[in-house]
């Protein structure tokens, strides 16, 4: 599994597109944006990782590392419900993507 937040390089350079999802999931998130908006980027990005041939866990690394990302700006606003923690909110996106990235089309 690649962790882009380690020294580890990623296995294929960032497309434009992978780059807008990742920001995309990063605004979400530091925002404070719905679960649904949050959800409809996760999904774009199984989708185009699995277009790709991203591994599902090279991939789920991504979601992670953005998820991290965001980490700070999230805790320091507060847990205002339940599932806007970090942890939360970083469960709930692995397990859309593996919904969505192992869907049967």
């Known amino acids: 599994m690649t962790n882009?937040?380690?020294?580890?390089t990623p296995p294929h350079p960032l497309t434009?597109?992978?780059d807008l999802?990742?920001?995309q999931m990063v605004a979400v998130l530091r925002r404070g944006g719905t679960?649904?908006?949050?959800?409809v980027v996760v999904d774009e990005f199984a989708d185009y990782a699995r277009l790709q041939g991203?591994?599902?866990e090279s991939a789920?690394?991504?979601v992670r590392s953005v998820a991290q990302q965001a980490g700070p700006e999230m805790a320091a606003r507060g847990d205002s419900a339940v599932?806007?923690?970090?942890?939360?909110?970083m469960a709930m996106m692995v397990r859309w993507f593996k919904v969505r990235y192992?869907?049967?089309d």
């Open 21 to 23: 999802l990742d920001a």
């Open 60 to 62: 789920l690394g991504i």
């Open 16 to 18: 434009p597109r992978q």
């Open 83 to 89: 599932g806007d923690s970090v942890g939360d909110r």
């Open 35 to 39: 679960r649904s908006s949050l959800r």
């Open 54 to 56: 991203i591994p599902a």
């Open 4 to 8: 882009m937040g380690t020294s580890e």
């Open 102 to 104: 192992h869907r049967a």
